[in-house]
Each structure stands twice: as structure tokens, then as C-alpha cells.
């Protein structure tokens, strides 16, 4: 019988955690071809999501579940879920149920029918989000798909529903600045979209607040385009090109006129307006050298602190006795 692995990274989720659990039991009992595996990884939340994971755990072996020893962000957990799994089909799902699990069953038909890798999800509404976030997250991938080669679709869910080959691809890249939108697309493989009207959030918040959301967004135009440096090139070209025509224009004019009166205003202005342009510019170049920086100490992506897999393939002998497991 074929494996649905579904990885659920969960941070302060308890509130949602049973329902969650309740609608997936619903979906995967009517799917009873399948066998399943569901993995929840615990991104460092202190609340009650553990000890409600574990009671899971022992009354349903199909769970498994994966504390990491912080809150290394849902990239990281994702990574830590997808690389524990063992199914033929792995899925990527929120605990919030804002992505519905009960559209699992016709992905898993689209992917064993039809000639696809991976099917994938995107919202065709932002119904329920702060407008301001809704147009900052349009300008944001309207940006980004100009200055990436790597196609990222505007409302892109993280739910999909992926072959095992396509999660080996993924878990090869092994970078620190994992923004999973920018890594789904850049492995390439067919993709089939579904889409779907916005589902608000079971229970609890989200942890998203709008500066997280621009840092993310940076991060995401630093690990999928470097047209940034090349921009920042030539905003430094343009000026140079503007400043040795002003030059030629004063030295002219001093030889036909005299020197008229010293406009130092204008000076200052244009030495505050420079000076902006070149920080700008040493930012840009700074955000690159530090994520190269980050990226050169390769630490682990992610820490286990607590699990009940202990058998991970390959990965058995990493595993201390006191199950404490450091990828
Ligand atoms: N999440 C996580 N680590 C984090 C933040 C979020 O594992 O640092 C999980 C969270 O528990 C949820 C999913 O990622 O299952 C999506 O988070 P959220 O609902 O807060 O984001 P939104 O849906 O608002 O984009
Ligand atoms: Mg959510």
C-alpha cells in the first residue's frame, strides 16, 4: 500500500491542534487505500502543543512527532518534518486549517493520475487580511517574479502534495535562509495548481506581524535574485555619469562667466542625496555578504531535542540515547 507522509509544523498551535486532528482523521479514514503518517513538529512552542502531540502519539501510531530545542521558524521545522518522513507522497499542511485537508484526496488522485509531481495550492482571495498586508504582499511578488528567474506564484500556499523525488530535491538544498515559497519553485518538476477561496484561521493567531513579514520578504529577494546588486551598479554608474556632465557644465561656465556665488544649499543637499544612494547601496551589498556570512558556518537547520522516530533511514546512527538528535 502506497504512504501519505503529512508534515504539520506546529508553534503555539494548541488551540488547534484538535481540530486539526479531528478534520484529518475525517479525510484520511475516507481514504482508506492509502496509509498514513502524520508528522507534527513542535517549532519550540512552550505551550501545551507537545503534550497534546504526544497524546496523539500513543493513541494513534500513525503519529509521530518531532520537538526542535527552539523556535527555528516553519522553513526549518518543514525541513526537519519532510527529512523524518517516510512516505511515497509527502504533503505540507498548517495546523490552522487554512489549508484544508479534505482537498487532500483529490490531490493524491491528480497526482497518481495524471502526469504531475507535485500539486500545489494557491488562495485566489486574501479575504480576512489587513488590506495593507494584502497590497504589501501583492508589490512583493510582483517584485520578486521581476527580478527572479525562479517563478513564485502570487498566493502560493505551502500546501502541497509532493512525490518523494521532488522531496529528495528539496532536502538537497541545504541552505541556512530557507524561504520555501523561492525552493519549491527552484527544483522545478511538473506542478499542478489548485485553487481556492481563503479560509481564515481555526483557533489562535497568527505569529506573522508585519515586520516579520517584510524581514521574510527580504530574505526572499536576497536568496532568489542578486538584481539588486546589479540595480545598486547602476544607480552608481548613472551618478557618475550625472556628476562628470555637472563637472564639464561648472568648468564651462566659470571660464565663460566668472565664478557667480557659491550655491552651498544645493551642495549639502546634494551631498545628503549621495550619501543616502551610497548607505542604500552599501545595504544591499551588506544583506548578500551577510547571508553568504551565515551560510559559510553551516550550522544545522534545525535541532531535535525530543521525537518518537528513532529509526530515521540513513540517519539511525545520529541519534544519541538520550534521543537527542543534532542534524
Ligand atoms: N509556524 C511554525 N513556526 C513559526 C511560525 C509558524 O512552525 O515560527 C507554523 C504555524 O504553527 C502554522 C504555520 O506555520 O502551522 C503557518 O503559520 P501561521 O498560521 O501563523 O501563518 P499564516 O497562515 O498567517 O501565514
Ligand atoms: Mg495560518
Redesign the pocket.
Not at 8 to 11: D, G, R, S, T
Given at each position: 500500500m502506497e504512504k501519505i507522509s503529512i508534515v504539520?509544523?506546529?508553534?503555539y498551535?494548541e488551540k488547534s491542534l484538535p481540530f486539526f486532528y479531528e478534520k484529518i482523521n475525517e479525510v484520511t479514514k475516507k481514504m482508506n487505500n492509502v496509509e498514513f503518517e502524520i508528522i507534527f513538529?513542535n517549532?519550540g512552542s512552550n505551550d501545551n502543543t507537545l503534550n497534546i502531540m504526544k497524546d496523539y502519539a500513543n493513541l494513534d501510531t500513525r503519529v509521530k512527532y518531532i520537538s526542535l530545542s527552539r523556535?527555528f521558524?516553519?522553513e526549518s521545522?518543514l525541513y526537519a518534518g519532510l527529512e523524518n518522513s517516510t512516505g511515497d507522497y509527502i504533503a505540507v499542511m498548517?495546523?490552522?486549517l487554512?489549508d484544508p485537508p479534505e482537498l487532500l484526496e483529490q490531490m493524491y488522485n491528480s497526482l497518481i493520475n495524471e502526469d504531475y509531481d507535485c500539486i500545489a495550492t494557491r488562495r485566489v482571495d486574501r479575504k480576512g487580511e489587513p488590506p495593507i498586508r494584502s497590497f504589501f504582499a501583492r508589490c512583493f511578488y510582483k517584485l520578486i517574479n521581476k527580478i527572479s528567474n525562479t517563478d513564485i506564484v502570487d498566493g502560493a500556499r505551502d500546501f502541497r502534495l509532493m512525490k518523494r523525488k521532488m522531496v529528495e530535491a528539496i532536502l538537497q538544498m541545504k541552505e541556512y535562509n530557507r524561504f520555501s515559497k523561492g525552493i519549491f519553485g527552484w527544483v522545478g518538476f511538473n506542478t499542478k495548481w489548485i485553487a481556492y477561496e481563503n479560509i481564515e484561521?481555526v483557533a489562535g493567531e497568527?505569529?506573522?506581524s508585519f515586520w516579520k513579514l517584510f524581514k521574510y520578504s527580504i530574505e526572499g529577494i536576497v536568496a532568489f535574485s542578486t538584481s539588486p546588486l546589479l540595480i545598486s551598479s547602476f544607480i552608481g554608474i548613472i551618478f557618475f555619469i550625472i556628476s562628470f556632465i555637472m563637472i564639464c557644465f561648472i568648468i564651462v561656465r566659470t571660464l565663460i562667466v566668472g565664478d557667480p556665488v557659491a550655491g552651498w544649499p544645493s551642495l549639502v543637499c546634494i551631498i545628503f542625496f549621495v550619501g543616502g544612494i551610497q548607505l542604500f547601496c552599501t545595504g544591499i551589498l551588506g544583506q548578500y555578504l551577510a547571508k553568504a556570512y551565515i551560510e559559510t558556518k553551516n550550522r544545522p537547520i534545525y535541532i531535535i531535542k525530543e521525537s518518537n522516530i528513532f529509526k530515521s533511514k540513513d540517519r539511525i546512527n545520529t541519534y544519541e540515547k538520550d534521543n537527542t538528535n543534532i542534524k
Open positions: 504539520v509544523p506546529c508553534y498551535e513538529v517549532d523556535n521558524g516553519k521545522a498548517d495546523a490552522d487554512q484561521r497568527t505569529k506573522w
